[in-house]
T-cell receptor, first 112, second 113 residues
Framework: SAVISQKPSRDICQRGTSLTIQCQVDSQVTMMFWYRQQPGQSLTLIATANQGSEATYESGFVIDKFPISRPNLTFSTLTVSNMSPEDSSIYLC?????????FGPGTRLTVL | SQKIEQNSEALNIQEGKTATLTCNYT??????LQWYRQDPGRGPVFLLLIRENEKEKRKERLKVTFDTTLKQSLFHITASQPADSATYLC????????????FGKGTHLIIQP
């Protein structure tokens, strides 16, 4: 199965600032996914990122707030823009292979 | 709207017994279903995937069933151990890898020594 790393593992940010989260996979994958897990909640899909095309966002999520880059088949970034305390969550990237969908360790974001 | 239900109450099981967790869904026709384990502060860990044309899948002490008529999956841990204590998440996908997953809220399992 794919090995996924994320940076940073956690951060504390001020309201109104932006944070970019990096996701690195140890193998080439076509689809990468970004999820959010708010405190005490389950995971919610933010968007699907294909290499070489625009990300596809789920209902309730927009590109201006969560811009995504996918420059190659092993890397993606998610930016959380103009943050508010409501953006405090764990953000996770994941990839799908033939066995299942595998997740990175997550980035714990706290917005003050 | 699509809905995935897992027992939100914590499930307490005595060590050595079989733990059975339930995942029910409505307004959904999943192509496959996945079960994950999540420990506090960590990302979900993939356990098992079962496809819509499969009735049962096993992996070591784990067994998953998938009944598309009842719209239900059961997840069993046999010979449970305190180390099995965690939150277990059910997730569904409609597609063949091109879709993200829709998650249930998870069931918190506690295995008591």
């Amino acid at each position: 199965s794919a090995v996924i790393s994320q940076k940073p593992s956690r951060d504390i940010c001020q309201r109104g600032t932006s944070l970019t989260i990096q996701c690195q996979v140890d193998s080439q994958v076509t689809m990468m996914f970004w999820y959010r897990q708010q405190p005490g909640q389950s995971l919610t899909l933010i968007a699907t990122a294909n290499q070489g095309s625009e990300a596809t966002y789920e209902s309730g999520f927009v590109i201006d707030k969560f811009p995504i880059s996918r420059p190659n088949l092993t890397f993606s970034t998610l930016t959380v823009s103009n943050m508010s305390p409501e953006d405090s969550s764990i953000y996770l990237c994941s990839v799908q292979d033939g066995l299942g969908q595998f997740f990175g360790p997550g980035t714990r974001l706290t917005v003050l | 709207s699509q809905k995935i239900e897992q027992n939100s109450e914590a499930l307490n099981i005595q060590e050595g017994k079989t733990a059975t967790l339930t995942c029910n869904y409505t307004n959904y026709s999943p192509a496959y279903l996945q079960w994950y384990r999540q420990d506090p502060g960590r990302g979900p860990v993939f356990l098992l995937l079962i496809r819509e044309n499969e009735k049962e899948k096993r992996k070591e002490r784990l067994k998953v069933t998938f009944d598309t008529t009842l719209k239900q999956s059961l997840f069993h841990i046999t010979a449970s151990q305190p180390a099995d204590s965690a939150t277990y998440l059910c997730a569904l996908s409609a597609g063949g890898g091109a879709d993200g997953l829709t998650f249930g809220k998870g069931t918190h399992l506690i295995i008591q020594p």
